[in-house]
Structures are given as structure tokens and as C-alpha cells.
């Protein structure tokens, strides 16, 4: 038997009946299945952080898991198996146990897993598409996969063919998925910043003198974070205005903004990214410098799910950046 004929996705079905019953033979409170969507995370390698981010997403957040590992080799591999994920409320006996289900595949096998995928998503719940590496979005045999969702959540962080995510994005929006990107929610609490910033009547008389923004970023190469936060800045300002990105040597794997300021004759104010991750923003708010934490996938997560329909401030900012890097 091959490996591809060895996932079925009715005996995981199975089993995950199985597991519930003794989930709830075990548990002397009892057991409550919560389920509200379907989250598929693809992630690629063998270890990382997904399974602790989920822990924490699902308690807001309660849905049927399902994560897409691509495993290094060349050779047609496939396999799943399926677990639960529980957490007790406090003041509860009650466990509340929500279902994740991972399948592993090489490179080779990555068109034999959209069937399994689809088989497996919860009924008549919204399918929400979690892509952790931004190359895993091009590849062509991941596209049947992608095309279940009906939100994707990329991660351009580490991408540095912008053209070519952008080109994505955009593609993904007109066939009418809701595209989301966490180098863009990343810059929230710097957006919210500038605008606390400019409640100082001194720094608001500046608005109309703005002429130049300066973005700062760490890694090999601009992000797209990068041209998100002129962006913004020029929708916001209502005009063009020229910038500049400087280089600041780091080997960290995806890029990010560590620094931005706004110029105007005479006057500047800038923001710069907080090292220190337990820091909270408003500690450091002054009149003219603030300095940002900086925030967990889980954080970013958190807030996308919160969003059921399009971001307009994004999906204006999406289309300003469109013709910065044309």
C-alpha cells in the first residue's frame, strides 16, 4: 500500500470518534466539543512554535485544526494522525476539548492532499487558511489547498520577492477570498502610535509639512511591512510623499520595521520597535518617540480572527503599495 493510499479520511474521522469517547470516559467532569471553523496551518520543517500558539487560539477561538507539514525528501510520503487539544476553564470540571488533526507530506505528495483536506474541514463552517512561510503560497501544488479557504492568512515576513506576493494577494481578493497579512497586522499598535502622536496640537500643526518618511528595517531585504507603512502614511496624509528604507544589518530570517519617522522642516517625530517583549507600549508614549513592543504570532492571530470581513484601511493601503513597487 502507498503512503498516499494510507491516509483516508475516513478512518481519521474514526478515530477522532474514538478519541472522543474516550475523552469523555476519562474525564469524570465530562467533555465539551467546541468547534467554530476549520483552521488549516501549513508550516513547513519538523519543529516549531504551532502547537503552543494553538493551545492559546484555541480557547478564543475554538475550531477543528488541521496542520499541513511539508517534510523535506524527495520520495512521495504522506501521514496523519489525530489528537485532542483541552484545557479546563477555571471554576470548571468541565474539559473543553477541541479537535487538531496533522498530516506530514513531501514535496512529491502535495497534490494528493487537497482531497484528504477538503474530507476533513468541519461541515458549514468557515475555512480559515493559516500559510506560516510565505513561499508555501506559490507553490503551484498547494493552490487546490489554498482555494478551500475562505480567509488567508499570509506572512510576508519572510518573502523577498514582493512582486510576486503582491501579485498573489491581490489574485487570492478577486476570487473572492479574504486575504489577510501578519507583516500588516504587525504594524496595528504602530499605526495607532502615529496616530496618538499627532493628539499633540504642536505635532498636528505639522501634518501639512510632512515631506519625507524614513522606515528603518532589519534583514537582507525591505519587507513589504516596509512599503505597507508609507503606505498608510501617504493614504492617511492624502498626497505623496517621498521615503526612504535604510538597511540595518541583522541576519534575523524575516525581515521587519525596527524604525519609522515622519520629517517636516525643523521638526521629526519617529517610532522604534521595543527588544524587550514583557515591555507594554503605553510606558513609553512621549511627545515626540514611542517605542513598540514587539508581538507573538499568537497576538497577531488573535486579532485576524476577530475580522470577519475585508480591512478597508488594508485593502486601500494594498492598493497604494501596488504602484510603490509596480
Known sequence: MSAVASVQPDKLLKELDELWRNLGNEQE????????????VCTQGEQDEVG????????????RAIVLRETDGSAPALGAGVRAQCWTPFGSRQQICCELIE???????????????????????PIVIWCRTAAIVTVEDFQPILRLANKLIVDTAGA??????????????DADTTVADLAWTRLTHWRSSVATMFDNP???????????????????YVPLS??????????????????????????CARARVEMVSLHAPGWQVSLQVNQDRAAHVDSFV???????????????????LALTARDPIYQATLGVVAGLIA
Request: proline share 4%; charged share 20%.
Open 160 to 173: 523577498s520577492d514582493l512582486r510576486e506576493q503582491l501579485r498573489y494577494m491581490r489574485a487570492a481578493e
Open 29 to 40: 467532569g465530562g467533555v465539551l466539543r467546541a468547534c467554530a471553523m476549520t483552521l488549516i
Open 286 to 304: 512621549q511627545d515626540s518617540h514611542a517605542i513598540l513592543p514587539r508581538r507573538t504570532d499568537y497576538d497577531l492571530l488573535r486579532e485576524e
Open 202 to 220: 504642536a505635532n498636528l500643526a505639522q501634518v501639512r509639512n510632512i515631506n519625507a518618511i524614513k522606515v528603518r528595517y532589519q534583514g537582507a
Open 103 to 125: 498530516i506530514t507530506a513531501s514535496r512529491a505528495s502535495l497534490a494528493d492532499v487537497q482531497p484528504v483536506i477538503h474530507a476533513l474541514t468541519a461541515p458549514d463552517l
Open 52 to 63: 503552543e500558539t494553538l493551545a492559546l487560539l484555541m480557547r478564543e477561538y475554538p475550531a
Open 226 to 251: 516596509a512599503y505597507y507603512m508609507v503606505g498608510w502614511l501617504q493614504h492617511v496624509l492624502g498626497r505623496t510623499v517621498s521615503y526612504d528604507f535604510q538597511s540595518v544589518p541583522d541576519d
